[in-house]
């Protein structure tokens, strides 16, 4: 492998900046970058009374969310990206992006990043350099990795690492690039600002990079939060959940029990809320890590009742990224505490009052509806004590949630690992501004990682059913839907805070403690078994498995399967064929 100065020397002739800015994450250092990001306008000061080290940022209208048309898995043999993915050959791709970052940072500073995902030096982190024109990434980098000294020496010693190159390339749509290089263990990404197109550690490594890896070198990386319930007995039982985007995984991993729950004692510990990095112990279980160091949270939706842990956590230090700004600098977005204020600004930078209609007289938001804050993980009241430890958190259950205003129930349980991943593999959600495409539509998201797999799927479920094959005590896996909506359009289940009551349903079974119902699908809560103020028809309503809907839907899996040919395990297809013949 190249020494890593190298590597930067290389880019800095591709790019040409004016200078070359390597970050060390030292506070005077994070003090200069922000001053230089309120001069140049990328970044603006909020009000450092209400809230201390807060600053705001606004993105190009054109570049609010992950553009899965313009990512890229570029291998030698298309094969090997598979299907689902967007495949360019590495050759054509180096060759486009070149174009693309040939002078891009002309008269601006190159920063180079040196960061750790996971713990620094633990066997099971990854390390990486991050090149980039754009202080915003710098200082949610600063937040969302690990980065400093301790990153350096291990590059110093030769520690292998992931190259990231990005660059703004002028926010052009047409420049506009996500590139990843598993062979190479490169990304290159131009021509967007935002989170996951351009915050390299987190999806571009710690997913579609780490897959790849994980792959070949035997575990799993996923779009997972990892939060551990404690019983009022003191016993600790962490869970691994996969949601798509904008699906609840951050609202899961903080979860606060209901009043009644929190007065027996219960207490929930998150360890992460987007990323899990999974393993098989020596002792046969399986251990999940979080890579990342901070939140990168959807703001609209955000409040002290649906998130008061997320709401204590962004008090400070925290970067809002277009939400509204308020005239005394601080920040508003829909479904906030706070009733509508006058004269605000909005994401795009217009003067907004409530009513505010766009030219074709649709209401327009305040915020828009992916924006985000990004905070320190460390601010976080109910911080697992293990959230950092290189051994990682054992795993009871996983749990896949898809967005489903019908068809799937609240909750129900696979029959064994095997059936859980095919529960995974076929699972579909509707779609949510985290990515751009038209909100609502029904679309397949395998285990959350349509946008995220870095190699083929069908090798990706195949390399599930092998990891279960390792794990000589699996944990229980389970699907579950806040989404469900009843016949007039809203939600029936209540959600949030309410879901802890799922959880315990779940962690029971675990636990064998409690029985279930089967149906065609698996096995659900016996009414009475879900301790919810809900009506026995509403539960029984958010349980129903309809046949002839389910039929339906599970006759829709056989397309899907047959485009990954036989590369796809006879087990899989198994598990369709003994549930189609359910209904028959
Ligand atoms: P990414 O960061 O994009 O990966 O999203 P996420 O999966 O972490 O989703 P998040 O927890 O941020 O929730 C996204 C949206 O779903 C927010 O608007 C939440 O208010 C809403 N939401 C979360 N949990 C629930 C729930 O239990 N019920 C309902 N109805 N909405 C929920
Ligand atoms: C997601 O979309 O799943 C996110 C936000 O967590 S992003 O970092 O943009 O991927
Ligand atoms: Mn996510």
Request: hydrophobic letters at 40%; aromatic letters at 10%.
């Amino acid at each position: 492998m190249a020494n890593f100065n190298d590597w930067v020397k290389e880019v800095e002739t591709l790019c040409s900046p004016r200078k070359v800015v390597w970050i060390d994450g030292s506070a005077e250092q994070v003090e200069n970058l922000k001053k230089d990001g309120f001069q140049s306008g990328e970044i603006i000061e909020l009000n450092q009374d209400k809230l201390p080290g807060c600053f705001y940022h606004r993105s190009n209208p054109n570049d609010v969310a992950r553009t899965e048309e313009l990512t890229f898995i570029c291998t030698s043999d298309k094969e090997s990206a598979g299907p689902t993915n967007n495949w360019m050959a590495p050759k054509e791709a180096y060759t486009r992006a070149k174009e693309i970052f040939k002078g891009s940072m002309d008269g601006k500073t190159m920063y180079v990043i040196p960061f750790s995902m996971g713990p620094v030096g633990s066997q099971f982190s990854k390390i990486g350099i991050q090149v980039t024109d754009s202080i915003y990434v710098v200082l949610n980098m600063l937040i969302m990795t690990r980065v400093g000294k301790p990153v350096m020496d291990l590059l110093s010693s030769g520690a292998e690492f992931t190259k990231c190159l990005h660059s703004l390339a002028g926010l052009d749509e047409k420049k506009r690039l996500i590139l990843h290089f598993p062979e190479d263990n490169t990304i290159w990404s131009a021509g967007s600002g935002y989170g996951g197109n351009a915050l390299l550690g987190k999806k571009c490594l710690a997913l579609r990079i780490a897959s790849y890896l994980a792959k070949n070198e035997g575990w799993l990386a996923e779009h997972m939060l990892i939060t551990g319930i404690e019983d009022p007995q003191g016993n600790v039982d962490y869970i691994a959940a996969a949601f798509p985007s904008a699906c609840g995984k951050t609202n899961l991993a903080m979860i606060l029990p209901p009043e009644e729950f929190e007065r027996k004692g219960y207490k929930v510990w998150t360890v992460g809320d987007d990323i899990a990095w999974l393993r098989v112990g020596s002792d046969g279980r399986l251990w999940a890590v979080n890579p990342e160091a901070g939140f990168f949270g959807v703001a609209p939706g955000t409040n002290s009742k649906s998130n008061p842990n997320m709401m204590k956590t962004i008090s400070r230090n925290t970067i809002f990224t277009n939400v509204a700004l308020k005239d005394d600098k601080t920040v508003w977005w829909e479904g906030c505490d706070e009733a509508v204020p006058d004269n605000m600004t909005d994401w795009l930078g217009n003067k907004w009052n409530a009513g505010s209609k766009d030219k074709a007289g649709k209401t327009l938001f305040a915020a828009h509806p992916n924006s985000r804050f990004t905070a320190p993980i460390s601010q976080c009241p109910c911080l697992s004590p293990k959230w950092s430890d290189s051994k990682g958190v054992p795993i009871s259950a996983i749990i896949f949630g898809a967005r489903r205003s019908g068809v799937v129930p609240l909750v129900y349980e696979s029959h064994n690992w095997t059936h859980g991943v095919y529960m995974g593999a076929t699972m579909r959600s509707e779609r949510t501004a985290a990515q751009s495409g038209k909100v609502g539509e029904l679309r397949r998201d395998p285990m959350a990682m349509i946008p995220f797999c870095g190699y083929n799927m069908a090798d990706y479920f195949n390399h599930w059913i092998d990891v279960g094959d390792n794990l000589k005590s699996p944990p229980k896996i389970f699907q579950v839907n806040w989404f469900r909506k009843d016949a007039g359009g809203q939600f029936m289940w209540p959600g949030f805070g309410e879901n802890f009551r799922v959880l315990l349903w779940m962690l029971a079974r675990c636990k064998n403690k409690v029985s279930a119902a089967e149906t065609p699908i698996g096995l659900i809560p016996k009414i009475g078994d879900i301790d919810a103020h809900l009506s026995p028809a509403v539960i029984q309503q958010l349980l129903s498995v309809n046949n002839s809907e389910w039929e339906s839907e599970i006759g829709q899996h056989n397309k899907f399967f047959e485009q990954f040919g036989t590369r796809l395990s006879e087990r899989i297809w198994q598990e369709q064929y003994t549930l189609q013949e359910q209904f028959v």
